[in-house]
């Protein structure tokens, strides 16, 4: 059964108006898949707020705060007593400590990328080759056929240029894997 | 804009992309064979014959343990700090002109790193105890000294080569989901599992301008801080012309200059050997010229400073040498790393000599000609003069290292003609957004678009 009605644009306005206007519809889930990132699109489906910096916040104290240990627990561990100095000296382990704070930074980044970003995808989801080349597409996912219809027909009096049914399974698989 | 960017279409961008990846002529092969030969002879078969003989298979003496594996190291991380560095830069300031040119210059910074960590292992007498770095409990309680550069080094360069990794790839995931969908065979399940199931969906574009830019503001400073505590190997020394606070600055300019020749060098290759000529314009190779000229310029005023200091310090071991660096054994290194470096870039000044394509390489080969000659005399005159005439003494390169050398070119050519038949070279989603395509289409009426401003990213 399908669950989603895309609908295929030329013009990226036109696919953003059209998204604002399904969603005055009520329509809940509504997704603009285009080539290239829309600056309106927040305004449109509503502004987006992401966990992505709190990651990268929590990350780099975490790796801060490791590094440090890490050189210190080293020197703890093979004690090395050099001229009286501290066994534990703070301008060379301070760099340490900063390499550390943005590797686990960078690295928990790429965690909060994938987690909000729900990628890589797991499920099969709708999906519109033509969208990673010159077409704006909106996607409109339902739960009965009288919304998928509902959806259609506002998709094409809004001007698509073609209205596909979609269940939730790319379009792009080759034929010996369907 | 260029007229020939302007004449693009979106679909024409995958259109020139995926060729790029899946049209191989006979001419790469034939590159491509010559260059991994080239490995092969001049770099695997010595370093085995080093490992073999042990390492006074190279020049290395006493006073001088560096030599020209620690210049070449020196080099190739000098080498990757432009691409990445960069290309951060560029995006946190929006400039456009990085869009086309920015996947190539971040592979380069990751396979000069990956060539750089080579050197290393290289220059290691006993490569196989390179483990001994890494703080892990063990049998024989042996732990490494964090109070050590080598050991900032160890940690910095590897926070800069996954940092660069993650970097380059997260920026590809649109793109290999754009190639993805016009290739077959292993290519088409290659691209699947690394676009990780992108749609290119609004949540999905705003996730990855969100970790892109924090990646790119985590990167920059970082950086700075790899090439500043590689310097610290040798300023930390209590060698007269190595123990110099300069030192830091110095080298993360050298570095991003020697980058940015290097960048030059792969735009040209990769424009008229993989046909970008539609991407990679004049407009890029103006900008790049006009960024080399400004670090020219800074390099130039950083090597007279650090004469002056030398000579204004006194001391008569700085003064022996800075002596001997301008006129002993080395000078004439020196004074074609000052032609090559100082001298010939303020050709520069010219229009016409920054948006001429010959010329341009010509001079960026002699520029990073002229960097690793730098390298080089930083490790080598030094070492030849310290405090005592009894611990003074030369150096010459064995033909292994000279080999060796070559060999590292030969690797870097290896890893970069893989890399462009797999990753897509140029961005794709990024050069889009900088066509008109877009912007020019007639927009409808606000009511339409329910009061909505919507306007291109540039």
Redesign the interface.
């Given at each position: 059964m399908a669950t989603s009605a895309i609908g295929l644009f030329?013009?990226?306005?036109?696919a953003?108006?059209t998204a604002?206007?399904l969603k005055?519809a009520g329509f809940a889930t509504i997704?603009?898949?285009?080539?290239?990132?829309?600056?309106?699109?927040?305004?449109?489906?509503g502004k987006?707020t992401?966990v992505?910096?709190r990651f990268?916040f929590f990350g780099?104290i975490l790796g801060g705060v490791a590094?440090f240990t890490?050189?210190a627990g080293?020197?703890v561990?093979?004690l090395?007593p050099?001229g009286g100095r501290p066994i534990i000296?703070f301008p060379?382990?301070l760099?340490?400590t900063?390499?550390?704070t943005?590797?686990f930074?960078?690295?928990a980044?790429?965690i909060?990328?994938?987690i909000?970003?729900?990628?890589?995808?797991?499920r099969e989801?709708?999906?519109v080759?033509e969208?990673?080349?010159?077409r704006f597409a909106v996607?409109v996912s339902c739960d009965d056929e009288e919304c998928l219809d509902r959806a259609a027909s506002l998709l094409r009096a809004a001007g698509a240029e073609e209205v596909r049914m979609a269940a939730s399974r790319p379009t792009?698989r080759?034929p010996n894997e369907a | 804009m260029p007229a020939e960017v302007a004449s693009l279409r979106y679909a024409d961008v995958n259109r020139d992309v995926v060729r790029s990846l899946v049209e191989t002529g006979p001419k790469y092969y034939i590159t491509l064979a010559c260059a991994l030969g080239l490995t092969l002879v001049c770099f695997l078969f010595p370093w085995f014959y080093q490992l073999n003989l042990g390492i006074a298979a190279a020049g290395m003496n006493h006073p001088q343990v560096w030599g020209t594996y620690e210049a070449s190291f020196i080099f190739w991380i000098g080498l990757s700090h432009s691409g990445t560095l960069l290309s951060c830069v560029l995006h946190i300031t929006h400039s456009s002109w990085r869009k086309a040119m920015y996947r190539s210059a971040e592979a380069m910074t990751l396979f000069s790193l990956m060539v750089a960590v080579t050197m290393v292992m290289v220059h290691l007498g006993r490569p196989w105890f390179i483990h001994w770095a890494f703080p892990y409990p063990n049998q024989m309680e042996l732990w490494p000294n964090f109070r050590s550069p080598l050991l900032f080094d160890v940690t910095a360069i590897a926070t800069y080569l996954t940092g660069s990794s993650v970097f380059i790839y997260m920026g590809s995931i649109p793109d290999f989901a754009a190639v993805r969908d016009r290739t077959t065979g292993w290519r088409h399940h290659l691209y699947t599992l690394l676009s990780l199931g992108w749609r290119g969906t609004d949540t999905e574009w705003h996730r990855l301008g969100w970790a892109y830019t924090l990646l790119a503001v985590l990167i920059i400073p970082l950086a700075v801080s790899v090439h500043s505590i590689v310097s610290w190997d040798w300023a930390s020394s209590i060698v007269p012309a190595l123990h110099q606070t300069i030192f830091a600055p110095y080298f993360v300019v050298g570095a991003i200059y020697s980058g940015t020749a290097g960048i030059v060098t792969v735009m040209f290759l990769l424009r008229k050997y993989m046909s970008f000529e539609r991407y990679i314009t004049e407009l890029h190779f103006d900008n790049l010229g006009k960024l080399l000229l400004a670090l020219s310029l800074i390099w130039t005023y950083i090597n007279v400073l650090e004469l002056f200091t030398g000579w204004y310090s006194g001391a008569s071991t700085e003064l022996e040498a800075l002596k001997y660096k301008l006129f002993g054994y080395y000078a004439p290194l020196y004074w074609e790393m000052i032609l090559c470096c100082a001298i010939a870039p303020l050709l520069l000044i010219s229009k016409r000599f920054r948006t001429s394509f010959v010329p341009m390489l010509v001079l960026s080969i002699a520029i990073n000609i002229g960097m690793y000659t730098e390298r080089f005399l930083i490790v080598g005159t030094s070492l030849s003069r310290k405090y005592l005439p009894d611990a003074w003494g030369l150096y010459v390169p064995s033909l292994v290292e000279l080999s060796i050398l070559v060999g590292s070119v030969a690797l870097f050519s290896t890893l970069f003609l893989l890399f462009v038949k797999i990753f897509p070279s140029v961005s794709i989603y990024e050069v889009k957004e900088t066509l008109p395509e877009a912007a020019e289409l007639p927009k409808p009426a606000t009511a339409e678009r329910g009061g909505v401003q919507w306007q291109p990213v540039q």
């Open positions: 030329v013009d990226p306005h036109r953003l108006a604002g206007r005055a997704e603009v898949i285009s080539p290239i990132p829309l600056e309106g699109a927040d305004e449109v489906l987006k992401s992505i910096k990268t780099a590094g890490l050189a080293t020197a561990l093979y090395h050099t000296p060379p382990f760099i340490i900063y390499e550390m943005i590797l930074g960078i690295l980044t790429v909060g990328f994938l909000s970003a729900r990628l890589p995808a797991i989801r709708a999906y080759p969208a990673a080349i010159d996607a792009w080759l | -």
